[in-house]
């Protein structure tokens, strides 16, 4: 991920920080969600001259991206929980 695409992926999450905080995301529609998220997507659309169709799928990578990462940071840094003889701790 280049430092453009971070720095997007950090305005779009700190916006939807403001305005989705108080929710739950496993409880609350995704077409909620996005709607929320709409007035910000359609501003880093239009200053990267792009369709807001087009922003949202780039966003979607980027967060698919981040969270694959952070899930590989999280098992690298669990491994040496798993080395001993005792019941390995499983990770999902």
Known sequence: MTN???KILERVNAYAE???GDIDPQKVQVSVQ???LKPVMEVIAAELEMSLEEFFIL???L???ASCATEAKLRDEL???NM???M???FR
């Open 4 to 6: 453009e695409q971070r």
């Open 18 to 20: 403001e305005v989705m």
């Open 34 to 36: 996005l709607e929320k």
């Open 59 to 61: 966003y979607m990578d």
């Open 63 to 65: 967060q698919s991206e």
């Open 79 to 81: 491994k040496d929980l």
């Open 84 to 86: 001993g003889d005792d």
């Open 88 to 90: 390995p701790m499983l």
